[in-house]
């Protein structure tokens, strides 16, 4: 019996779960009108999602070139998450 930590289905219900929250938070954020709350959003939960992917592609067996673009895109995404937190606390300075 494999274990529930790197179930695959497991880990493909938390990629699900993450666009599900992804498109639930942004519809909420637009209708309140702070629609300029969810590019840092959907950075934060991009960058997670395709880190789950990358533990879902070795749990598969997939090559490491796969997984390393899906690192890549997730330290990316992180990066451009905390440069537009920089911006913001330069604004208010």
Do not use: K, Q
């Amino acid at each position: 019996m494999p274990s529930i930590t790197l179930s695959p289905l497991l880990l493909d219900a938390i990629l699900a779960g993450l666009i599900v929250e992804l498109i639930i938070a942004a519809i909420y954020l637009w209708r309140r009108g702070a629609a300029s709350a969810v590019w840092p959003l959907a950075l934060f939960l991009v960058s997670g999602w395709f880190l789950f992917l990358a533990l879902r592609l070795l749990v598969a067996g997939v090559s490491h070139g796969p997984v390393a673009l899906c690192l890549g895109v997730a330290f990316i995404s992180h990066v451009l998450l905390i440069r537009w937190g920089l911006s913001r606390l330069n604004e208010g300075a």
